[in-house]
């Protein structure tokens, strides 16, 4: 599929079209955490993998379940990859994607300006606990990227839009850089479901949290992991699958609830975007410093517009730079408490609009040194923007609030 010709919302409807048991307009939830062969003979093909979860042939809930498999057929249909499963959280599915493709003594290459729970990830755990390294580099830097590629290098690993510093990602020439050095191209499209299709720019896998945009309503924890059958194959090969022998898969009353949440996820987004772009333009014209991708003055604007599916605008996520934590934490207590603009809370893709200041709270993992590399400065409020409400009523509060902050 081609970038241009492929629609995310069509695809995603396409693979929704699915009955209940009883005729009813949902899916069933499967909660069996085992299956029942007709024959005992049956039980050992089950095992060696001759039969399995794509013939309808179900093992162990731990396995794949078929309500969970569906939700990750339709995350999969969305992403444009052949298939997908679902984990119980995002960094259960950044984990066992690069404990697969990654063995003891194998390199990553990961994007400086990524979520402070991956660079955690990447940065401190899997060099310690499995021999694991990564290096670093500025996502936007291609020419560092290369050369940071070792004979060890398995993955290239990039947000599509960076937390929380929104640098948009390359995602074709990225997937140039590994794929000519033998690595895989895993892409984190939290920020960006519906909005950016990065197997059509050459993602090999596309890990999502499910606990932000796609869920919605910040009252679940999710992720899933989409890319080839053979992959999603090798997550759950009984003898050294990461997602069946780690175990964080998602539970399938859980997967009854994202799947839900599907069929208004585009106008969700779309929404969060109109409104986002509302906000940022009027910052933009009052001076102050916002970053926002869907600004024509933002460094990657371009390329943003050239990755972008139509129609849903540039995403819910921008970032104002107060300049000082002072500054920043006396803007979010009045918008919060004063303004009722939102809620001071981590998270994002919520109804509500979300702030933070990323340099103590989501990226705090990261050195102060690597914040000053990553470009999270003390002041930098990062927003996800929400529908509820009037959007006029929003700028006033946004507007009165910055007056009182001196925001210059
Ligand atoms: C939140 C987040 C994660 C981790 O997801 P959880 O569901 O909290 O485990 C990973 N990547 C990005 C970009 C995120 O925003």
């Known amino acids: 599929m081609k970038h241009g010709t492929f629609d995310p919302v069509r695809a995603l409807a396409a693979s929704k079209h699915t009955f209940g048991e009883h005729g009813g307009v949902n899916m069933d939830i499967e909660a069996s955490t085992t299956f029942t062969v007709m024959a005992a003979a049956r039980m050992p093909d089950l095992f060696a993998g001759r039969l ?127 794929h000519g050095r033998g690595a895989v191209l895993v892409v984190d499209n939290t920020f960006c479901p519906v909005l950016v299709t990065p197997s059509l720019f050459g993602a090999d896998v596309v890990v999502h949290s499910l606990t932000k945009f796609v869920n919605g309503a910040s009252d ?15 997550l759950m090969d009984l003898h050294t699958g990461a997602l069946m022998l780690l175990g964080p898969t998602m539970d399938p009353r859980l997967a009854f609830e994202v799947s839900m949440r599907l069929p208004h996820l585009a106008l969700r ?64 207590d009045l918008l919060q408490n004063q303004h009722r603009f939102g809620f001071m809370a981590v998270s994002l893709g919520y109804a509500e609009t979300l702030m933070s200041a990323s340099a103590s709270s989501t990226s705090s993992e990261l050195s102060d040194d690597e914040l000053r590399k990553a470009g999270i400065g003390p002041g930098l409020v990062r927003m996800s923007i929400g529908f509820t409400g009037s959007v006029e009523d929003r700028w006033q509060a946004l507007h009165a609030a910055l007056n009182e902050v001196g925001w210059k």
């Open 52 to 178: 399995d979860a794509d013939q309808g042939c179900f093992l162990y809930g731990r396995h794949f379940n078929p309500t969970v498999y569906t939700l990750g057929h339709e995350l999969a249909a969305l992403e444009n990859t052949e298939t997908g499963y679902c984990t119980a959280s995002g960094i259960a599915a950044i984990a066992t994607a690069i404990l697969q493709l990654c063995d003891h003594g194998d390199h990553v290459v990961a994007s400086r300006a990524i979520y402070g729970g991956t660079h955690a990830l990447l940065g401190e755990f899997l060099p310690k606990k499995a021999g694991i390294q990564t290096t670093f580099v500025r996502g936007t830097d291609h020419n560092a990227i290369a050369a940071a590629f070792t004979d060890r290098t398995r993955v290239l690993f990039v947000e599509t839009l960076s937390n929380p510093t929104l640098e948009v990602a390359d995602l074709q020439a990225l997937a140039k850089i590994a």
């Open 220 to 234: 679940l924890i999710g992720g899933a992991v989409l890319g080839s059958r053979d992959f999603v194959r090798r």
């Open 269 to 332: 987004v779309a929404e969060h975007s109109r409104r986002a772009l509302l906000l940022a333009t009027r910052l933009e014209e009052l001076g102050v410093a916002v970053t926002y991708p869907g600004l024509a003055r933002h460094p990657q604007h371009d390329l943003m517009r050239r990755q972008l599916n139509p129609g849903q605008g540039f995403g819910g996520l921008m970032t104002i730079d107060l300049g000082s934590r002072e500054r920043a934490y006396r803007l979010m």
